[in-house]
């Protein structure tokens, strides 16, 4: 197996100009991408959220009014958080980043107020942060995201066997192992996760 890495963007043109087979990171599935490439059933489901540090005044969403916060570029963050901007018409700087340490690293030093992405990408770099207590996870979900795997649309074939292979995985416990290797830190899976398995398995 040969591993490529790459931004988000960069990963779904590998997959649609044939350079890569299939995409296997905390991508959301879209409409927009569907044009593009197509996507497996879904892996995850997480929620986008803010990263604050401790005491922040910016406890939701609309007290990011006057306030600057950093988003990574060209990431389904970036758009929702430009849209919710202007659907609740508050006055906030948006400052893309090229990666996620950037962003932290702009929010440690004061110079953005928030970072923007998804809470367990969020959750991740505030554990890994210099000075972690200092940093604080706002509740509020700003969106839904629906983490699937991106490969060629001309192959239902390598699609069906993708699925097939995510199906075992639910419905044979491994993921109970996977989930707890990986995010056990932070508690039991959700019942929209858990759910999220179920409904995403194919009967034989």
């Known amino acids: 197996m040969n591993w490529i890495a790459g931004s988000v963007s960069e990963r779904l043109q590998m997959v649609a100009k044939g350079r890569a087979d299939l995409e296997c990171a905390n991508t959301t599935q879209t409409q927009s991408r569907l044009a593009n490439v197509d996507f497996s059933n879904l ?11 401790a005491g922040s005044p910016v406890n939701q969403f609309t007290d990011l009014a006057g306030k600057r916060v950093a988003v990574l570029k060209g990431t389904t963050n970036e ?7 202007r659907l609740f018409q508050i006055s906030a700087t948006v400052v893309t980043v090229g990666d996620a340490n950037a962003g932290l690293a702009m929010l440690e030093g004061g110079s953005v107020d928030a970072y923007a992405g998804d809470k367990v990408k969020l959750v991740g770099l505030a ?5 972690a207590a200092k940093l604080a996870l706002v509740a509020e979900d700003l969106s839904i995201e629906p983490y699937a795997m991106a490969l ?4 239902s074939a390598f699609r069906l066997e993708v699925n097939k292979a995510l199906t075992q ?22 019942g929209l996760l858990a759910a999220m398995f179920l409904l995403n398995s194919i009967p034989n």
């Open 127 to 131: 554990v890994q942060a210099k000075e």
């Open 43 to 53: 892996i995850f489901i997480d929620g986008g959220g803010l990263l604050v540090k």
């Open 79 to 85: 758009t929702r958080l430009n849209d919710l901007l």
């Open 169 to 190: 995985v639910y419905m044979g416990g491994d993921i109970e192992q996977i989930f707890t290797q990986w995010l056990g830190k932070l508690g039991r899976p959700t």
């Open 152 to 155: 060629p649309r001309n192959d």
